[in-house]
């Protein structure tokens, strides 16, 4: 008679087994994410399986995985016998993403004039001190993602779970194409989010209306005028 039971010892070593493989497929993942996130890998590199593989100690398989995760995401290609080409980010979509935003910045300010509600000075302050900190350390990827996060942070006043959920999905295409910019384009002026998010937050304080209108505008104008000028669409 076969004995079918499961066996404990069994169940778990393949419980722990899978468990490493999933680790090891995430470690591999953020790696690779933070890397192009950062500018390491610039577009147009072409990655090996093998090389990521000897650098972070491990075989090619969770490697492959992770970067299945990574074309999914849109990040890179996988080009047959030649290696994983990281992909140059769309300014198209950046712009597209730029207006959406705006977009959310008005209904934000619109509820904002029409219930006399504020959004959360104390978090808005907290993402305005870590742009600031960021800047000072030279952390450009840093710098980018609080400036995002500070307009997270206004638009949250809606109390709109699907307009956050979008915007969380935005924030890494965005924070990827304002580092690669950054990168290509050390002559131009970089970090002005500072500069709008202080005069946005002392507005905000004020409870001026008229004014944080016209700062988000400006900012929008000449983000866009600026993506345009630099000849990337």
Request: hydrophobic share 40%; net charge neutral.
């Amino acid at each position: 008679m076969v004995d079918t039971r499961v066996h404990p010892k069994t169940s778990c070593e393949r419980t722990s087994k899978h468990m490493a493989s999933v680790s090891l497929i995430q470690t591999a993942y953020d790696y690779i994410h933070r890397q192009i996130m950062l500018g390491e890998f610039m577009p147009g590199t072409l990655l090996s399986e093998n090389e990521l593989a000897d650098s972070l100690n491990m075989s090619r398989t969770p490697v492959r995985s992770a970067i299945t995760q990574l074309e999914h995401d849109g990040l890179v290609v996988s080009l047959k016998k030649r290696g994983v080409l990281v992909k140059e980010p769309s300014l198209k979509e950046a712009m597209d993403i730029m207006e959406i935003l705006y977009a959310f910045q008005q209904l934000a300010l619109e509820h904002i004039e029409t219930h006399g509600e504020v959004p959360d000075l104390k978090k808005l302050k907290e993402c305005l001190d870590l742009q600031l900190e960021a800047t000072e350390q030279g952390a450009y990827y840093l710098y980018v993602k609080y400036t995002l996060q500070f307009a997270y942070n206004f638009i949250s006043i809606l109390n709109n779970s699907a307009m956050l959920k979008m915007m969380e999905l935005y924030i890494d295409k965005i924070v990827l194409y304002a580092t690669i910019n950054f990168k290509i384009t050390p002559h131009e002026p970089h970090y002005s989010g500072n500069r709008v998010n202080q005069a946005l937050y002392d507005a905000i304080a004020a409870k001026d209306w008229t004014e944080m209108r016209r700062i988000i505008k400006a900012s929008h104008d000449y983000n866009r005028e600026r993506m345009v000028r630099l000849g990337r669409i």
